[in-house]
């Protein structure tokens, strides 16, 4: 796999789990707890997204197979998924979220229930798109060394997670709400590209004949 293949898959989830665009909804659902809390539920949502991604990583590709559901309909698929994550995002809203999630999710707090795992990391940071993304990814890879690569990256979004979300208060007051609209709609806009990309890739492996259309 290509070196610029490699830096893919980190570029996507970084753009898909945005953890800095969801930094609002961490601040307002956690805004009735104390430190300790807030510090259980950062730690809590860091590991969890990483689990998410590791495991899509290593065991994703097992699923489709069992299911016997072809690589290239999922590309398809999970590049269609993207797509509409990306527009989510190019409105400014988390790629992975929904507004009955945020309904759910409000009412949870509101009772005092733990929101770490639903619904601030399934599915405001990882869900659906997340997962495709590294089945994808990981079909791609060779050699062990590049699926150690891919759990890796969970290690890298989990990391960015666990520093988004303690700098939270900082970061809000640094760039504001107008700034994150305008960093969300940016990694929307990466998105839909990659997205885009898996999605033709899908479909020249499903219709060999576009292969000739595009090289023409």
């Known amino acids: ?14 753009a898909i789990v945005n953890p800095i665009g969801v ?5 307002h659902f956690t805004r009735h707890l104390n ?19 590791a495991i899509s990583a290593l065991a994703g590709l097992r699923v489709i197979e069992f299911f016997g559901i072809s690589l290239a309909s999922f590309q398809v698929g999970g590049g269609t998924l993207l797509l ?7 409105n400014a809203q988390p790629a992975e979220g929904r507004s ?23 599915p405001l940071l990882t869900g659906p798109a997340t997962i495709s993304t590294m089945v994808i990814y990981a079909e791609k890879t060779r050699h062990w060394w590049q699926l150690a690569v891919l759990v890796g990256y969970g290690v ?26 305008v960093m969300t ?13 898996i999605m033709a890739d899908g479909l020249i492996k499903l219709f060999p004949v576009l292969a000739g259309g595009v090289a023409g």
């Open 1 to 14: 796999m290509p070196t610029m293949d490699i830096c893919k898959p980190l570029v996507a989830l970084l």
């Open 23 to 27: 930094v609002p909804f961490f601040i």
């Open 35 to 53: 430190r300790e809390q807030r510090l259980r539920t950062i730690r809590v949502s860091s590991f969890t997204a990483f689990l998410v991604i």
């Open 84 to 90: 509409i994550s990306a527009l989510q995002m190019l």
């Open 100 to 122: 009955d999630d945020m309904t759910a999710a409000e009412q949870k707090a509101d009772a005092g229930d733990s929101i770490a795992v639903v619904p601030l990391t399934i």
């Open 156 to 181: 890298v979004v989990g990391l960015a997670t666990y520093a988004a979300f303690s700098a939270a208060g900082r970061i809000s007051k640094l760039v504001g709400q107008t700034g994150i609209n």
């Open 185 to 197: 709609r940016l990694m929307g806009l990466i998105l839909a590209a990659l997205a885009v990309e």
